[in-house]
């Protein structure tokens, strides 16, 4: 994150001397979610997906573009320098669970439940699957990060999508489906479950 802090910094020298100060200016007052390239792709992904499906008041549209959505998420796997506002935070260091704003209504919820990480192991019995225990929600590493942050603050986040704590109990919700409201409740406010490996604070700009 530091080397990156570096280049930003020498960068908009760079730009400054040669007579482009304005595109850094640019840069800075845009939505801190549309300056990460892959972070603005996957946002606009997300309306194309939207949009149609909650305008055309057919119900297998809406399934349909909640399938789209969740491969969706499964596809873009890991990020880095993501910027996201800290929107919620519950629980403590045991069984944190943090909800954080990456767009317009689109949210990153991460949990460390072991409690649910039994249950998962429990429901695979039941399914007759045998899974490895899910990693947590927030690495150690992050908890720390975590306990300097306030609410409302902007802050950069790198992990992975859909690997927490008691993931097996999110496959079980897949298994028995999304009613049509549901769905188009999470088509309109989609919210992710996620593992959070670093948390920091911006880059100044």
Known sequence: MAARRGLLIGGAGLLAV???????????GRPCFQRNPAQKAFLDDLQALARPALGSQNPLA?????????????????FSDWCATLRKIEG??????VTFEIGPQVSLYAFNDWALSTAGSLLDKILGTKK?????GLTDAAITALKAMRLGETVMLAGRF?????????????????SETE???????????????????????
């Open 18 to 28: 040669g007579g482009g100060g304005l595109l850094m200016e640019r840069l800075a």
């Open 62 to 78: 809406v399934q349909e573009a909640v399938k789209q959505t969740l491969a969706l998420a499964e596809r873009q796997a890991a």
């Open 92 to 97: 403590n260091d045991r069984n944190v669970a």
């Open 132 to 136: 490895e225990a899910p990693p947590p």
């Open 162 to 178: 859909g690997e927490i704590a008691g993931s097996a109990l999110a496959d079980l919700g897949k298994l028995l489906g999304r």
């Open 183 to 205: 769905s188009r409740q999470f088509l309109q406010t989609p919210r992710f479950l996620a593992r959070i490996d670093a948390i920091a604070p911006p880059p100044r700009v």
